[in-house]
Nanobody, 127 residues
Framework: QVQLVESGGGLVQAGGSLRLACVAS????????MAWFRQRPGKEREFVAG????????LYADSVKGRFTVARDNAKNTVYLQMNSLKPEDTAVYYC????????????????????WGRGTQVTVSS
């Protein structure tokens, strides 16, 4: 089991930026595919971005492509989400998740395929 703790959320104006971080403890971080999900008010949790074991491959939801960047530092057991050009519709609780047994290292977008989750960090974008 991996413990995940997110940080970096907050209140920002539309067009602004935030950088989220997720620190993992337990297990071998570099073995895991890591992802960010979000849950907007009244909506189901949705995939935002994911990154492969060594950061070679990334995957983004269409809604954030070109604005968000996911990265990882395996030496620090940390995955990041740089969010630029934020919009009010980005307002959500953002969760970090770990896929402990990725199939061929693929980044998957289904919530049920991720094993461990952080508690989330609130991001609020004002118009």
């Amino acid at each position: 089991q991996v413990q995940l703790v997110e940080s970096g959320g907050g209140l920002v104006q539309a067009g602004g930026s935030l950088r989220l971080a997720c620190v993992a403890s337990g297990g071998t971080f570099s073995d895991y595919v890591m992802a960010w999900f979000r849950q907007r008010p009244g909506k189901e949790r949705e995939f935002v971005a994911g990154i492969s074991w060594r950061g070679v491959s990334t995957l983004y939801a269409d809604s954030v492509k070109g604005r968000f960047t996911v990265a990882r530092d395996n030496a620090k057991n940390t995955v990041y989400l740089q969010m630029n050009s934020l919009k009010p519709e980005d307002t959500a609780v953002y969760y970090c998740a770990a896929d402990l047994a990725p199939v061929l290292g693929r980044i998957r977008t289904t919530t049920t395929l991720y094993d461990d989750w952080g508690r989330g960090t609130q991001v609020t974008v004002s118009s």
